[in-house]
């Protein structure tokens, strides 16, 4: 079973699930982002020989972590679908799927990402520009704001050794404002937690990186990053 790594921010308590998930358990709120779903077919479109499975894959995996939390919200934080015709594209059998996985809870914020911005033909999905909850804000991007944010977009990877040990894996970047969400899609790619635009968002206040790699999460000590 995936581990799980509980820490606190904004000053709440957060789960952080080794399956790419983020659990708010006095909310009972589940996060994930950046399923981008249906970039295999969208690749295609130009020649791409990538397999056709990540949406499949991406959906039974949301599915999975919203069976073992049995949230009452659920939190899609952005770039749901990988462009704005992802939904047209979507097998009928992954368009029930994704609806039952919505319907599975009492509320299902999908935020708007830059991928899925003014998507087309999405049935009935809503979308909102962000949610804000007890005080913490929830978006795809970081906005100009005092409140602490929950955030995706960005895909914060990293590569690191460990006790001798190359390690290389998605993470979720935190520090006293900011909490970056890895992304979940099968098929996302990921910016090192070392690149310049997480130096800028951190500012005097480093990130802490918190490693998913298997089935564990774990912090990785600053002097490893």
């Known amino acids: 079973m995936p581990s799980r790594c509980e820490i606190d921010f904004a ?47 991406t959906l039974l995996r949301l599915e999975k972590l919203v069976a073992t939390y049995r949230p009452k ?3 899609l934080l952005g770039d749901s679908f990988h462009d704005r015709k992802a939904w047209t594209r979507l097998e009928e059998a992954a368009r ?12 299902c914020h999908l935020v708007e990402g830059n991928h899925d911005l003014g998507l087309l033909g999405s049935g009935n ?8 909850i007890s005080g ?7 906005h100009s704001t005092d409140l602490p944010q929950i955030v995706g977009h960005f895909h914060p990877k990293l590569r690191t050794s460990l ?5 290389s894996g998605k993470v979720f970047a935190v520090n006293n404002k900011l909490l970056i969400m890895p992304a979940f899609g099968t098929f996302t790619g990921g ?28 912090g990785i000590p600053r002097n490893d990053l």
């Open 73 to 75: 919200s659920l939190i």
């Open 11 to 57: 000053g709440q308590r957060f789960v952080l699930d080794a399956g790419l998930g983020l659990y708010w358990p006095a909310q009972e709120a589940l996060v994930v982002s950046d399923l981008h779903l249906e970039k295999a077919s969208f690749l295609a479109q130009f020649g791409s020989a990538v397999a056709p499975y990540d949406t499949l894959d």
């Open 191 to 218: 910016l090192d937690l070392g690149h310049e635009a997480f130096i800028q968002l951190a500012g005097n206040n480093p990130f802490r990186a918190y490693m998913a790699y298997k089935d564990t999460v774990a």
């Open 125 to 132: 999905l809503n979308f909102t520009a962000d949610v804000e």
């Open 96 to 107: 029930h799927q994704l609806l039952a996985i919505c319907g599975a809870v009492d509320t």
């Open 136 to 142: 913490i804000a929830f978006r795809h991007e970081p």
């Open 163 to 167: 006790r001798g040990h190359r390690l």
